[in-house]
C-alpha cells in the first residue's frame, strides 16, 4: 500500500508538471547577470541556495552584440572570494595547445531543426539539440529521460534524425519516464523499414529491474523540484548515472569530436549526485589512448566550451582517468526555465565551487591540492547519519613525542585520518545500512572532512544524541567556522563501508616478494601455493557417489562468490560498497554498463543465467549429472579460469591470515611494536585451534608493497582493556614511538587502510624485518627527482586581470589535469626491473620504488617528474619486463619493441620465476586430469533420454494422426531457423549480429557485452515467435517439444549451447520432472536464496570421504 500511495504521489507530481508546462508559453529571457560583492553564503535551509543574483537563469543567446555568454556572474562570485589575496603572475595563461575542432556532433545534419536565430555560440558544442523540439518537449512536459533517449537515437543511429521526431507523437510522450521511457522504440522505431536493425537493439538493450533507471529518475524530480535533493537519508537520490561516450579522430589537420549519449542505468551513488541530483550530472568517456595522444586539445575543448543537450547546457568541472564529469548549469540556450522542473534550483559553477570547496577559505592550498579535493565528492557511498551542528566536534590528533601539528611529518601524525562516533551514532548507522551488527568502525566523508571514524571509547550510551569527533588530519576543506551556517548536506555522514568480515586473506605478488627477500624460504612459499592450487583445482573436480552433485554444487558456490554475485543482483547499485559486496582493488572502479546489465541477471526468456558458475548450479539443481558432457565442457572452463589466475597472478591463499581496517589504539595500552586483533568469529590457529584473539608475532603488510621494510614483524598480544570495549574485527596499532606503524606500510595511514596481518608460524618464524631506512626517501629526493607545482589558489590571477578575464577557465583546465595517466605506470615497470636484476634492497630498487609511490600520489602534490630524470631512467630501465611478473603494466604501450633486461644480478634464483614454473606444472597437471575425465565422460555420453522424451512422444502422436504432422514440422522449422541465426549472431553475421545492430562492419573479437546481446537478441524472438494455437499441441507443449528438438541437434553434433541458450528452463524443468520422486518447483527469487548450509555441506563430505575410505 505504501509503494502504491508513493507511485501515485510521483505520477500526480508529474502530470501537474505536465499541466503547467502548457499553460507557459515559452518567451526569450534576457540575461539576468549581477554582481556579487561578497562570498557566496549556502543558506541553512535548503542545500545549494545562494542569495545571490547568480541564480537567475542565463539565457545563452547568438544575436550579435547582445549575446552574453553567461560567465560574468561566474567571475564575480570568484572574484569575491579572492578579495584581498596576493596575486601572482600569468606565465601560465596560454599554455594550452590550440588544434582546430570541428563540431562533429552538431553537423550531423541537425536536420533541418536550425534556423539562423539558434546559430550555435562559439562557448558552446551542440551534442543534441532541436530548438521546436526543445520548445514541444517544455510544453508538453515530455520528462527529462525521454528527452535524453531520443537524444541518445539521434547520436547514436546514423539515420535517425529529429525529423523522425514527428511534432504530432510529442504529446504522447508526456507522462512518468517508468511509462513512456520503456515504449520509446515502440513509438518511434517500430513499423519504420529503415529502422528495423534499431528497433531489434533497443529491444536487446533494455535494462533488467535492478539497473532500470525509469522509476528511479522519476522519484529524483520530486527532490529536484522541491530543492530536497541529497538531504534525504531514507530515500536518497543521485542513483543513475548518465553517460556520455567521446570519439576523436584526425580530419584534415584537426580534430572531430564526435558526442554519443549512452542509455542512462540505475548505478552507484556519491555526494556530489545526491546534491545536484542524478540529471544534473554527467561523466563523458573517451579512450586512454585519446586521453594519452590528445590531452592538451581535450582539456582546450572543454575549458572553452560547454555540451549543449536539448535546450540545456553541461559545464565540465573534474576530470580523471578517461573521463570528464560535467554539470548542469544554470543557464538555458534559448528554452524557458522552468520552476515545475527545478530549474530554478540549479546553479552556476561557481556556486557549486563556493558549496564545496570555497577559494577564499582555502585559499592557501596549492591548486593541485585544491583540485583533488573534488574527489571526496565522487567516492561511492551511502547517506548514513544526519547529525546536528552542535553534535559534531573537532579534536587535535596525537603526534609522536617532541611533535605537535605545526611541527609534526605525515609519518609522525599516530592518529593520521581516524576519529570517533559514539555509541549511539554506530547503532543508528547499523539500522539505517542495514548491517548485521554494529561495526566498530565505519569508513565515512562527512563536510570536509573524510576518514574512518571508531567507536569512542567513552561515549557508549545508548542514549546520547548520535556524535562525532573529527581529527585535524581528516580536515581536507574548510568550511564556514559557524556550523549552523554549513549546507544541509554537510551534517550528513556518507558511509563508503563498514568494518570487514573476518575472513583469510590472499597475499599479491609484491607481497610474496617482500616476504622472500624478507629471510622467507622458497619452499614455505610454494607448499603455500601448491595447496591453494590443489583445493582450487580439486573443487571443480565432478563425483560420482551419491553426494557428489552436493559436495560439487556447495564448491562451485563457494570458490566463485556466488553468493556475492546474486546479492549485487538484489541489493541497489547503489549500497554494493556500503554492504562489502565490491572487490578490494575495484572500490571506486567504473563499472562497464554492458558487463553490469548482462550480470545482473538470467536471460528473461529461455531462463539461462549469465554466469557458467551459475549455469553449472542450475543444471546439478535440475538433476543433471556432474559428468553430463555440457556439464562438464562448463567445469573444465571453470577450473582454467582459476589455474590461469595462479599462473599469472601468483594468488596465495594463507589460512592463518586476515584483512582488515587498522585503527590507532583509541585507550594508549599498546606499547611500540604491539598490535591487537579480536574477531567476532572464531578464527583458526595451528597451535590453539579455535580462538576469537591472536597472540604472538605477526606480520602486517598492505598494497602497493614497494619497499623491502613495507612488510614488517610485530607482536600481536591481548589486551583486556580493548577486549572489554568491544574493539573487533580491527587492527589496532599503537599510538607510542617517533612514528606511526600504518606509516611503515607503504605510507599507511589510518583514514580507511586496510592491512592483510600473518600469524603463519612458518612465515612468521624465518621472517626478519629490513631496517627503517627504506621506508622514507632522502631528503633532498624530491628537489632532485620532480618539478612541483607552487601554485596558490590566492596567487592565480591578480585583482586587476580578473575584472579583464574569468578565473573559471583556469581552475577548470586545473581540474582537468588528471585526464590522462601520469609516469606511474612507466615508473612501476622500471621499478619491476631493478627488483628482478637488484633485488629490493638495492638503493636503486628502492629509489625507483619511490618515484612510483610519490607518481600514485601526484595528483595531490602537483609533483612531476623531470623530463631529464625521466630520459635518464627510461635509458636504463625501459626494458622488457621478465615474463615472470603478472601483466604489463598500465602506460607501457610499448607493444613488445622493447630491448631485453640485463640478467639477474643475485645468484638466489627470483622468487616468481620459482612459483611460475610449480603454478605451470601444478595446473598443468590438474587441468590434464579433469580434462582426461571430461573426455572420458564425453565418449561414453548418449542422448538424454528424458530430454528428448517430449519430441518422441510428439512425433508418436503424429504417426497416429498424420494429419497434424504439418505442426510439428512447424515447431522443428522454428528450431531450425534460430540455430541457424544463434550460429551466424555468435559468428557476428546475420540479422541478430553486432554488426547488423551497429550499423558496423568489424573483424574485431566481439566483446562479452556484445556476444550476449546477440545470443539474447535470438533468444528473445525464438520465444516471440514460436509457434502457437497449433491444433494438435498446446502451447506450453510446443516449448517442451521445442525443446527437445533443440536439444536434438545439439547432440546430434556434440555442442550444447544453442539449446540451453534459447530453451533452458525448459530442459531444466524436463529434467527435474524425469528425475523421479517429488518435483519441486521454485521461483528465481526463491532459487537465487537458497545455498547449502555449511553443516549440511560438511556433513555430505564426511559421508563422501567414508565411503572412499570404504573403498580404499
Keep these: 500500500m505504501m509503494l502504491f500511495r508513493t507511485l501515485k504521489i510521483v505520477r500526480d507530481a508529474l502530470d501537474h508538471r505536465a499541466q503547467a508546462y502548457q499553460e507557459r508559453s515559452p518567451s526569450p529571457v534576457p540575461d539576468k547577470n549581477s554582481d556579487a560583492n561578497e562570498l557566496p553564503e549556502p543558506s541553512s535551509d535548503m542545500p545549494g541556495r545562494y542569495p545571490i543574483a547568480s541564480l537567475e537563469h542565463e539565457p545563452v543567446r547568438a544575436d550579435g552584440e547582445e549575446y552574453s555568454d553567461g560567465m560574468e556572474t561566474d567571475t564575480d562570485a570568484l572574484t569575491a572570494q579572492l578579495e584581498g589575496t596576493q596575486l601572482g603572475s600569468d606565465e601560465d595563461d596560454d599554455r594550452m595547445e590550440?588544434?582546430?575542432?570541428?563540431?562533429?556532433?552538431?553537423?550531423?545534419?541537425?536536420?533541418?531543426?536550425?534556423?539562423?536565430?539558434?546559430?550555435?555560440?562559439?562557448?558552446?558544442?551542440?551534442?543534441?539539440?532541436?530548438?521546436?523540439?526543445?520548445?514541444?518537449?517544455?510544453?508538453?512536459?515530455?520528462?527529462?529521460?525521454?528527452?535524453?533517449?531520443?537524444?541518445?537515437?539521434?547520436?547514436?543511429?546514423?539515420?535517425?534524425?529529429?525529423?523522425?521526431?514527428?511534432?504530432?507523437?510529442?504529446?504522447?510522450?508526456?507522462?512518468?519516464?517508468?511509462?513512456?521511457?520503456?515504449?520509446?522504440?515502440?513509438?518511434?522505431?517500430?513499423?519504420?523499414?529503415?529502422?528495423?536493425?534499431?528497433?531489434?537493439?533497443?529491444?536487446?538493450?533494455?535494462?533488467?529491474?535492478?539497473?532500470?533507471?525509469?522509476?528511479?529518475?522519476?522519484?529524483?524530480?520530486?527532490?529536484?523540484?522541491?530543492?530536497?535533493?541529497?538531504?534525504?537519508?531514507?530515500?536518497?537520490?543521485?542513483?543513475?548515472?548518465?553517460?556520455?561516450?567521446?570519439?576523436?579522430?584526425?580530419?584534415?589537420?584537426?580534430?572531430?569530436?564526435?558526442?554519443?549519449?549512452?542509455?542512462?542505468?540505475?548505478?552507484?551513488?556519491?555526494?556530489?549526485?545526491?546534491?545536484?541530483?542524478?540529471?544534473?550530472?554527467?561523466?563523458?568517456?573517451?579512450?586512454?589512448?585519446?586521453?594519452?595522444?590528445?590531452?592538451?586539445?581535450?582539456?582546450?575543448?572543454?575549458?572553452?566550451?560547454?555540451?549543449?543537450?536539448?535546450?540545456?547546457?553541461?559545464?565540465?568541472?573534474?576530470?580523471?582517468?578517461?573521463?570528464?564529469?560535467?554539470?548542469?548549469?544554470?543557464?538555458?540556450?534559448?528554452?524557458?526555465?522552468?520552476?515545475?522542473?527545478?530549474?530554478?534550483?540549479?546553479?552556476?559553477?561557481?556556486?557549486?565551487?563556493?558549496?564545496?570547496?570555497?577559494?577564499?577559505?582555502?585559499?592557501?592550498?596549492?591548486i593541485t591540492k585544491w583540485v583533488s579535493r573534488f574527489a571526496l565528492g565522487f567516492s561511492t557511498s551511502q547517506p548514513g547519519l544526519i547529525f546536528r551542528p552542535e553534535n559534531i566536534h573537532f579534536i587535535e590528533d596525537i603526534y609522536a613525542t617532541g611533535k605537535d601539528k605545526s611541527s609534526a611529518a605525515s609519518h609522525e601524525i599516530l592518529t593520521d585520518g581516524c576519529g570517533f562516533l559514539n555509541y549511539a551514532a554506530l547503532k543508528a548507522i547499523q539500522e539505517n545500512m542495514a548491517w548485521e551488527s554494529i561495526s566498530t568502525c565505519v569508513q565515512a566523508r562527512i563536510a570536509g572532512s573524510k576518514g574512518l571514524f571508531m567507536l569512542h571509547p567513552d561515549h557508549r550510551d545508548p542514549?546520547?544524541?548520535?556524535?562525532?569527533?573529527?581529527?585535524?588530519?581528516?580536515?581536507?576543506?574548510?568550511?564556514?567556522?559557524?556550523?549552523?551556517?554549513?549546507?544541509?548536506?554537510?551534517?550528513?555522514?556518507?558511509?563508503?563501508?563498514?568494518?570487514?568480515?573476518?575472513?583469510?586473506?590472499?597475499?599479491?605478488?609484491?607481497?610474496?616478494?617482500?616476504?622472500?627477500?624478507?629471510?622467507?624460504?622458497?619452499?614455505?612459499?610454494?607448499?603455500?601455493?601448491?595447496d591453494t592450487i590443489e583445493r582450487d583445482a580439486r573443487s571443480m573436480e565432478p563425483s560420482r557417489k551419491p553426494h557428489g552433485s552436493e559436495v560439487l554444487y556447495?564448491?562451485?558456490?563457494?570458490?566463485?562468490?556466488?553468493?556475492?554475485?546474486?546479492?549485487?543482483?538484489?541489493?541497489?547499485?547503489?549500497?554494493?560498497?556500503?554492504?562489502?559486496?565490491?572487490?578490494?582493488?575495484?572500490?571506486?572502479?567504473?563499472?562497464?554498463?554492458?558487463?553490469?546489465?548482462?550480470?545482473?541477471?538470467?536471460?528473461?526468456?529461455?531462463?539461462?543465467?549469465?554466469?557458467?558458475?551459475?549455469?553449472?548450479?542450475?543444471?546439478?539443481?535440475?538433476?543433471?549429472?556432474p559428468t553430463d558432457r555440457f556439464v562438464m565442457e562448463k567445469l573444465v572452463y571453470l577450473q582454467k579460469k582459476l589455474m590461469?589466475?595462479?599462473?599469472?597472478?601468483?594468488?596465495?591463499?594463507?589460512?592463518?591470515?586476515?584483512?582488515?581496517?587498522?585503527?590507532?589504539?583509541?585507550?594508549?595500552?599498546?606499547?611500540?611494536?604491539?598490535?591487537?586483533?579480536?574477531?567476532?568469529?572464531?578464527?583458526?590457529?595451528?597451535?590453539?585451534?579455535?580462538?576469537?584473539?591472536?597472540?604472538?608475532?605477526?606480520?602486517?603488510?598492505?598494497?602497493?608493497?614497494?619497499?623491502?621494510?613495507?612488510?614488517?614483524?610485530?607482536?600481536?598480544?591481548?589486551?583486556?582493556?580493548l577486549w572489554s570495549r568491544s574493539y573487533f574485527d580491527v587492527i589496532v596499532f599503537s599510538t607510542k614511538g617517533s612514528r606511526s606503524l600504518a606509516s611503515l606500510l607503504s605510507g599507511g595511514d589510518y583514514d580507511g587502510d586496510t592491512v592483510v596481518m600473518i600469524w603463519d608460524e612458518s612465515i612468521t618464524a624465518p621472517f626478519r624485518n629490513s631496517h627503517k631506512d627504506f621506508a622514507d626517501p632522502s631528503t633532498d629526493f624530491e628537489q632532485k627527482n620532480f618539478n612541483k607545482s607552487k601554485v596558490v589558489l590566492r596567487d592565480i590571477k591578480a585583482q586587476a586581470e580578473l575584472g579583464k578575464k574569468d578565473i573559471l577557465p583556469r581552475l577548470v583546465e586545473a581540474m582537468l589535469q588528471s585526464i590522462a595517466p601520469n609516469q606511474m605506470g612507466i615508473y612501476n615497470m622500471f621499478y619491476r626491473n631493478s627488483a628482478?636484476?637488484?633485488?629490493?634492497?638495492?638503493?636503486?630498487?628502492?629509489?625507483?620504488?619511490?618515484?612510483?609511490?610519490?607518481?600514485?600520489?601526484?595528483?595531490?602534490?602537483?609533483?612531476?617528474?623531470?623530463?631529464?630524470?625521466?630520459?635518464?631512467?627510461?635509458?636504463?630501465?625501459?626494458?622488457?619486463?621478465?615474463?615472470?611478473?603478472?601483466?604489463?603494466?598500465?602506460?607501457?604501450?610499448?607493444?613488445?619493441?622493447?630491448?631485453?633486461?640485463?640478467?639477474?644480478?643475485?645468484?638466489?634464483?627470483?622468487?616468481?620465476?620459482?612459483?611460475?614454473?610449480?603454478?605451470?606444472?601444478?595446473?598443468?597437471?590438474?587441468?590434464?586430469?579433469?580434462?582426461?575425465?571430461?573426455?572420458?565422460?564425453?565418449?561414453?555420453?548418449?542422448?538424454?533420454?528424458?530430454?528428448i522424451r517430449p519430441l518422441v512422444e510428439a512425433e508418436v502422436r503424429v504417426r497416429k494422426l498424420p494429419q497434424f504432422q504439418g505442426d510439428l514440422e512447424n515447431i522443428k522449422a522454428h528450431v531450425k531457423t534460430f540455430r541457424d541465426h544463434f550460429i551466424q549472431a555468435r559468428n557476428n553475421m546475420g540479422p541478430y549480429s553486432a554488426q547488423a545492430r551497429y550499423g558496423r562492419r568489424s573483424k574485431k573479437k566481439l566483446t562479452i557485452g556484445e556476444e550476449q546481446e546477440s545470443v539474447r537478441a535470438v533468444s528473445e524472438d525464438y520465444s516471440r515467435k514460436m509457434p502457437t494455437d497449433l491444433a494438435m499441441f498446446s502451447d506450453s507443449e510446443v516449448r517442451r517439444i521445442a525443446a527437445a528438438y533443440a536439444y536434438q541437434e545439439d547432440a546430434s553434433r556434440r555442442i550444447f549451447i544453442f539449446c540451453f541458450a534459447v530453451a533452458w528452463a525448459e530442459l531444466c524443468a524436463i529434467k527435474a520432472q524425469a528425475s523421479g520422486g517429488a518435483f519441486v518447483t521454485l521461483t528465481p527469487g526463491f532459487i537465487e536464496s537458497l545455498a547449502i548450509h555449511r553443516k549440511m555441506a560438511k556433513v555430505f563430505r564426511e559421508l563422501e570421504s567414508e565411503e572412499t575410505d570404504g573403498e580404499a
Excluded at 590550440?98 to 556532433?105: G, K, L, Q, R
Excluded at 541529497?230 to 536518497?236: A, D, F, K, T
Excluded at 549543449?308 to 573534474?318: D, P
Design 98 to 366: 590550440f588544434v582546430e575542432i570541428s563540431e562533429a556532433t552538431a553537423d550531423r545534419e541537425t536536420r533541418g531543426a536550425r534556423d539562423a536565430t539558434h546559430a550555435i555560440p562559439p562557448d558552446v558544442h551542440e551534442v543534441a539539440y532541436s530548438p521546436k523540439h526543445t520548445t514541444a518537449f517544455d510544453e508538453n512536459g515530455v520528462s527529462w529521460a525521454v528527452q535524453w533517449e531520443i537524444a541518445r537515437y539521434v547520436t547514436s543511429y546514423p539515420n535517425f534524425t529529429w525529423e523522425h521526431v514527428p511534432m504530432d507523437v510529442v504529446p504522447q510522450l508526456c507522462g512518468p519516464s517508468a511509462d513512456t521511457a520503456p515504449t520509446l522504440a515502440d513509438t518511434l522505431l517500430k513499423g519504420e523499414p529503415l529502422f528495423l536493425d534499431y528497433y531489434k537493439r533497443e529491444r536487446t538493450i533494455r535494462q533488467p529491474a535492478l539497473t532500470n533507471p525509469w522509476e528511479e529518475l522519476d522519484r529524483e524530480e520530486t527532490f529536484i523540484r522541491d530543492n530536497n535533493r541529497g538531504v534525504s537519508i531514507e530515500n536518497p537520490a543521485g542513483k543513475v548515472q548518465q553517460r556520455l561516450h567521446l570519439d576523436i579522430s584526425e580530419t584534415g589537420g584537426g580534430l572531430d569530436f564526435k558526442f554519443t549519449l549512452e542509455q542512462p542505468m540505475k548505478s552507484k551513488s556519491c555526494r556530489f549526485s545526491r546534491f545536484l541530483g542524478s540529471r544534473r550530472l554527467v561523466e563523458c568517456h573517451f579512450s586512454m589512448k585519446n586521453a594519452k595522444k590528445h590531452k592538451e586539445a581535450i582539456v582546450d575543448f572543454f575549458v572553452k566550451k560547454k555540451l549543449l543537450i536539448n535546450g540545456r547546457l553541461f559545464q565540465a568541472f573534474y576530470g580523471h582517468q578517461g573521463k570528464v564529469n560535467l554539470m548542469e548549469i544554470n543557464q538555458d540556450f534559448h528554452r524557458t526555465p522552468l520552476p515545475e522542473l527545478g530549474d530554478d534550483n540549479r546553479l552556476s559553477l561557481a556556486d557549486f565551487i563556493a558549496w564545496h570547496n570555497n577559494l577564499h577559505l582555502n585559499s592557501n592550498q596549492t
Design 463 to 530: 542514549s546520547e544524541e548520535p556524535q562525532i569527533w573529527l581529527r585535524s588530519s581528516q580536515v581536507k576543506v574548510q568550511l564556514n567556522s559557524d556550523k549552523t551556517k554549513w549546507s544541509p548536506v554537510h551534517y550528513i555522514l556518507d558511509v563508503l563501508s563498514g568494518s570487514l568480515v573476518p575472513e583469510s586473506s590472499s597475499i599479491t605478488y609484491e607481497m610474496i616478494m617482500s616476504l622472500s627477500e624478507n629471510n622467507v624460504p622458497d619452499s614455505v612459499l610454494v607448499k603455500l601455493l601448491r
Design 554 to 625: 556447495d564448491s562451485v558456490y563457494a570458490t566463485h562468490r556466488v553468493l556475492q554475485s546474486r546479492l549485487r543482483r538484489v541489493i541497489s547499485p547503489d549500497a554494493h560498497r556500503a554492504q562489502a559486496l565490491l572487490d578490494f582493488e575495484n572500490e571506486d572502479g567504473d563499472e562497464e554498463p554492458e558487463l553490469a546489465k548482462w550480470e545482473a541477471g538470467p536471460d528473461p526468456f529461455s531462463g539461462q543465467p549469465a554466469s557458467s558458475q551459475e549455469q553449472v548450479l542450475g543444471w546439478l539443481q535440475a538433476g543433471f549429472a
Design 644 to 721: 590461469t589466475e595462479a599462473v599469472n597472478r601468483y594468488r596465495i591463499a594463507i589460512p592463518e591470515s586476515v584483512r582488515a581496517f587498522i585503527v590507532p589504539d583509541p585507550l594508549g595500552v599498546l606499547d611500540e611494536g604491539q598490535v591487537f586483533f579480536a574477531s567476532s568469529q572464531p578464527i583458526q590457529t595451528s597451535h590453539s585451534g579455535l580462538t576469537h584473539c591472536i597472540t604472538g608475532p605477526v606480520l602486517v603488510s598492505r598494497n602497493p608493497c614497494i619497499q623491502i621494510s613495507d612488510t614488517r614483524k610485530v607482536v600481536a598480544v591481548n589486551s583486556h582493556e
Design 836 to 947: 628482478y636484476v637488484h633485488g629490493l634492497n638495492h638503493p636503486q630498487t628502492a629509489r625507483l620504488g619511490h618515484m612510483f609511490t610519490q607518481c600514485l600520489d601526484a595528483v595531490k602534490s602537483g609533483l612531476e617528474v623531470k623530463p631529464d630524470v625521466l630520459r635518464i631512467d627510461r635509458r636504463t630501465w625501459d626494458r622488457e619486463p621478465p615474463a615472470c611478473f603478472p601483466s604489463k603494466t598500465e602506460g607501457d604501450d610499448s607493444k613488445g619493441r622493447k630491448l631485453a633486461l640485463e640478467q639477474r644480478r643475485i645468484s638466489d634464483k627470483f622468487i616468481l620465476e620459482v612459483l611460475q614454473e610449480v603454478a605451470a606444472r601444478e595446473t598443468e597437471h590438474y587441468k590434464l586430469k579433469l580434462s582426461e575425465l571430461r573426455d572420458q565422460c564425453n565418449s561414453s555420453y548418449t542422448t538424454d533420454q528424458d530430454l
